[in-house]
């Protein structure tokens, strides 16, 4: 659905991306996550026909973005990260200009409308002007003029920004009911977005690519460790041998608690091998206080600082 | 077309839910209204003042025409007003579309930036137009009241010739408006623009020299002079078409190279 290959835009000497690739799927959601100033709206842009490439292809339907503009852009819905709206119009002669210019017919202008204004639940705004919407609203009415004319392919910029909790909630369930039927792209700084609403992740980090998976696999593969954190009151040093003695501990370190001879350990061990039970039983047996035991896994925001800046580091090296 | 219709429809609409449209068009109205009083009352008071001679001293009846040299010299002050009225209506038509991010919009729908251009042109000059259709209130009462009636040629030459000469300075200014993101700025770069084109024109009509010569040809202004006689010249025509076309090829280039720019 959309190809995208060694895409490169320079600004003069400065790279903003650099020789990118990758492929969505029809009816899929991949989220490009980065931090700010990555190289992700410039990537959208382009995929828009917005801004020109510097090198490289990008497809979206089969149609080349530059060379056939006016068919990808029939096929796109865009919303970029500042909603395009028109403050001085009603919320109705807003979606009803962009329906005309989007080359929605005449005969279905109407429907559509209703329909998107359903869909993002704004329908009791229709003559409400739009500089007197809240953020969120506008937001919305972002999202409403993206879909407006159904379109298969649905970038979305930055869709959650500045919105509140509920909204963001609103809003990304709203994407994920879109999925299937539309194949989606958006990009955010936000983790659990991606975690919660995309199929895949492309992390990308000063204009390049630095990972491309699913936010599971992206999860398990970085973490390298599984981690197990307990509190027990005992000795420490004794507490520490016993567990050490487990088959799987890799490595473990503790601190002291406040309190009466307590101390909390963190412990790592292989991938897969879920040894809490063991380590429960091996304190209890010893006699000592087992306190609190539970699993971390390492979430996706940890995964991307270590994409993004650890990753950057050990290359350095 | 239907684009270009579509992008026109949303630029009046804008016109018209902006206050800069009724201010532009109530100074418009009250500066050219009391020219036109002014221009009625001096010329009726000099055939007046012609015909009481011709009465005292005897002679033929004086040969004033008062109804041509009221209009021709309406058409002529109206022709100056509007340099300073269309910098106000041309300076938002990109530039508010830039600032508002709104150019995204368009750029990513599937309509060419030729179509773009053309609606907010076809826009601004038909509020151009609507401008001018209460100053035909003035010209219908010279009409009504001249005795024998004036034929209405040079009336409408004198319209078509304000048209031309509006249009023109629309497709500056609307070029002007393309090339920046902030409204005063492009009013003042048009209005100084403008200016130049005036002074050219004062210039020009003074001296006898080839430079002065070509430059009185290509002023904007001194063409319009024919119409306002009621004279259609071809080649005025002609200057005025190819003038618009040149801005609209400006500020389509312009609006074009927006991708390249960013």
Redesign the interface.
């Known amino acids: 659905m959309i190809e995208v290959d060694h895409l490169t835009k320079r600004y003069g000497s400065v790279r903003a991306v650099e020789n990118i690739n990758f492929q969505v799927e029809k009816g899929e959601i991949l989220g490009f996550l980065g931090p700010n100033g990555a190289g992700k709206t410039t990537t959208m842009r382009i995929l828009t026909g917005f801004l020109p490439a510097t090198e490289g292809t990008a497809r979206i339907c089969g149609f080349d973005v530059f060379e056939k503009p006016l068919e990808v852009k029939r096929r796109i819905g865009y919303l970029p990260e500042h909603p395009p709206l028109y403050t001085e119009m009603t919320v109705d002669s807003y979606l009803d200009f962009v329906a005309k210019i989007k080359g929605v017919d005449a005969a279905e202008r109407k429907k559509r409308m209703e329909e998107v204004k359903s869909r993002v639940s704004i329908g009791e705004y229709s003559r409400t002007m739009v500089k007197n919407l809240s953020k969120g609203f506008k937001q919305r009415l972002g999202l409403a003029q993206a879909l407006i004319h159904d379109p298969e392919v649905l970038i979305l910029d930055e869709p959650t920004i500045g919105l509140d909790p509920n909204q963001i909630m609103e809003v990304r369930q709203l994407i994920k009911s879109l999925s299937g039927s539309h194949t989606i792209i958006l990009s955010t700084h936000i983790l659990p977005e991606v975690s919660m609403t995309c199929q895949r992740v492309v992390i990308i980090s000063q204009g390049r690519i630095v990972a491309v998976d699913t936010p599971e696999n992206l999860t398990r593969q970085h973490q390298g460790a599984e981690k197990v954190h307990l509190e027990v009151r005992g000795p420490e040093s004794i507490v520490k041998e016993k567990i050490r003695e487990i088959d799987g501990v890799l490595r473990i370190e503790s601190t002291r608690l406040e309190g009466d001879g307590a101390f909390a350990f963190s412990v790592e061990t292989e991938l897969k091998k879920d040894i809490r039970s063991k380590i429960a039983r091996k304190v209890v047996e010893n006699g000592y206080d087992l306190l609190e035991l539970r699993a971390m896994t390492m979430s996706l925001e940890e995964v991307f600082l270590q994409l993004t800046t650890k990753e950057e580091g050990v290359r350095g090296q | 077309m239907?684009?270009v219709l579509?992008?026109y429809?949303?630029e009046m609409?804008?016109y018209f839910?902006?206050p800069i449209a009724y201010v532009v068009l109530t100074v418009f109205l009250v500066i050219s209204g009391y020219f036109f009083y002014n221009i009625l009352s001096i010329f009726i008071e000099r055939s007046m003042f012609a015909m009481m001679q011709s009465s005292q001293y005897g002679g033929p009846p004086p040969s004033i025409d008062v109804p041509a040299l009221v209009t021709r010299n309406f058409f002529g002050v109206t022709s100056t007003v509007i340099l300073f009225m269309l910098p106000m209506i041309t300076m938002a038509v990109f530039a508010d579309e830039k600032r508002?991010?709104?150019?995204?919009?368009?750029?990513?729908?599937?309509?060419?930036n030729l179509q773009v251009v053309l609606g907010k042109f076809l826009a601004s000059l038909s509020f151009f137009v609507v401008m001018l259709i209460p100053t035909m209130l003035y010209m219908g009462l010279v009409v009504a009241y001249s005795t024998p009636r004036m034929p209405l040629g040079p009336l409408l030459s004198g319209y078509l010739g304000l048209l031309l000469l509006g249009g023109s300075l629309i497709a500056l200014g609307v070029f002007i408006s393309s090339l920046t993101e902030n409204q005063i700025v492009a009013a003042s770069i048009t209005f100084g623009a403008f200016l130049i084109l005036w002074v050219i024109d004062l210039s020009a009509r003074s001296g006898g020299s080839t430079l002065q010569e070509v430059l009185s040809y290509l002023s904007v202004l001194n063409h319009f002079e024919d119409f306002a006689k009621g004279v259609i010249d071809t080649s005025s025509v002609l200057v005025y078409s190819s003038f618009i076309f040149f801005g609209l090829f400006l500020t389509y280039r312009s609006v074009e190279s927006l991708?390249?720019r960013?």
């Open positions: 239907k684009n579509a992008i429809e949303k609409k804008s839910v902006s508002r991010g709104t150019m995204e919009l368009l750029m990513t729908s599937p309509i060419t991708r390249w960013q």
